[in-house]
């Protein structure tokens, strides 16, 4: 049985259809990449995944129960963990404090200050700036810091929004880099991004989304040697 299955999944803004009865599914200890052009739906798919949107029709199955119902808060707890498009930390509040913030739907608070300690041994640069207000960091920093704070919720499958949106080719790689060792520590990942060549380097498998519709899906080594992707999107 998959960890997430999306079964022929519709959402609309108002009259306009955004996604037009997708399927997917992610399994345990994957690392799976959604990659399309800008509107074609991606963050709008992670979005109705987490609970911020619902559906018209379809579902979200996770881990054997239909989430497509519960409030986003909820499908947190249940070992969900979503890392926005944008970064959206708390800038007002320090490094330390968001990723605390991460943790708050936690009840083993016990090992919460063991697994701050795991996290600022993987983001070395937040150890140093814990005490920073999080809107002093760069975005690199930031994009760091919102990973951090969604591990710190221990969850079983990260998703990820366009982690590398704005970020230089050096932070990038960075970025890459940490969401590899993620995937490596056994944590699942759904990887929404840009830079398909990237996502697709590190990916298991890949969907490809157009418009609203998955027109192609496979294993990423496949993808990234097919012509017709790498016009489309690799710039090739």
């Known amino acids: 049985m998959a960890m997430l299955e999306v079964k022929d999944l519709e959402v609309y ?27 074609a739906g991606k963050t709008t798919t992670l979005h109705t995944i987490t609970g911020l949107l ?23 707890s249940m070992g969900m963990a979503h890392v926005p498009e944008g970064r959206r930390v708390f800038s007002d509040l320090s490094v330390y ?24 041994e993987r983001f070395p640069r937040l150890a140093e700036r814990k005490n920073q207000s999080a809107g002093t960091l760069s975005g690199g920093e ?36 940490i969401i590899e060792s993620i995937s490596k520590t056994g944590t699942t990942v759904l990887l929404v991004e840009q830079n398909a060549k990237k996502a697709l380097s590190i990916a298991d498998r890949a969907y490809v989304l157009e418009t609203g ?21 690799l710039g090739e």
């Open 97 to 120: 404090e968001n990723l605390k913030l991460g943790a708050y739907t936690r009840k083993d608070k016990e090992n919460l200050n063991k697994d701050l300690e795991s996290i600022y």
């Open 142 to 177: 930031q994009q760091m810091l919102a990973m951090g704070r969604a591990l710190m919720s221990k969850p079983s499958i990260v998703l990820m929004d366009e982690p590398s949106m704005g970020l230089s080719p050096i932070l990038v790689n960075e970025i890459f880099d």
């Open 54 to 76: 619902s559906p018209k029709k379809g579902s979200v199955i996770f881990e054997g129960k239909d989430i497509t119902k519960i409030p986003a808060h909820k499908i947190v």
């Open 13 to 39: 803004y108002g009259m306009i259809q955004a996604i037009k009865g997708i399927s997917f599914e992610v399994n345990k200890g994957e690392v799976i990449a959604l990659i399309g052009a800008n509107g």
């Open 213 to 233: 519709k998955i027109v192609t899906s496979g294993n990423a080594s496949d993808l990234l040697e097919d012509d017709s992707i790498k016009k489309a999107y």
